[in-house]
């Protein structure tokens, strides 16, 4: 597993609590150097938190098709054990797209975690509502953070809010009004790593007050 970390720089937690750290996998078609991850992760950590990113072994491979589940699965697994190393603190886990999914998935199987962040879960294919990936969600009981753009065509209509609904409590969903699935909104002409370093404030908000 090759990963980067980037270190909190901003504001600390209260004196003698330990700073969070959260674990970020890149999206299907995009490695952890892709500019919406680097602007997400400098900005969290502006906010206080700690970050590793890394790359599943397809992409270090270069490979364009993304791993079955037993392989990212095993990739989470081994980059939450590097963070947890090297943080004093409570690491999450947290993903665009792919990368979010099978966090979900590595939690459902037993993978430790202080809480989950969700970068526009891939709720279903484009075009394909029926084919909605949300059974493995029912059994996660740690904090969930969906921030998901409501142009979003991976998860269109209300398909969503009934998900987190049924979840219950331990769920939050956290609709960005405008924004597709790499959360660009239209007529903005924002760059990726803006995109990406606009979902910082609410993340770390949600992980420290957790």
Do not use: C
Request: net charge positive; aromatic share 8%.
């Amino acid at each position: 597993m090759t990963g980067e970390w980037t270190s909190a720089r901003g504001p600390a937690r209260p004196e003698g609590l330990a700073t969070p750290t959260i674990v970020v996998a890149h999206g299907a078609g995009a490695g952890m150097r892709h500019p919406f991850l680097v602007g997400f992760t400098e900005a969290v950590a502006d906010e206080g938190v700690s970050s590793l990113r890394f790359n599943f072994s397809y992409t270090e491979a270069g490979r364009r098709m993304p791993d079955r589940p037993p392989a990212a699965i095993a990739a989470w697994r081994a980059a939450m054990q590097a963070a947890s190393a090297r943080s004093s603190g409570p690491v999450w886990a947290a993903g665009k797209s792919f990368g979010g999914r099978m966090a979900t998935m590595a939690v459902a199987e037993g993978m430790p975690t202080a809480g989950i962040v969700l970068l526009g879960y891939p709720l279903h294919p484009p075009g394909r509502p029926e084919k909605i990936r949300d059974e493995h969600l029912y059994g996660i009981t740690v904090p969930m953070l969906f921030l998901q753009g409501r142009n979003d065509t991976f998860a269109t209509g209300t398909l969503l809010d009934d998900v987190v609904a049924r979840i219950g409590s331990s769920a939050r969903l956290d609709w960005i009004e405008g924004g597709d699935h790499s959360f660009a909104i239209a007529g903005a002409r924002r760059p990726a790593d803006v995109n990406g370093a606009s979902l910082a404030p609410r993340v770390a908000a949600y992980v420290r007050g957790h």
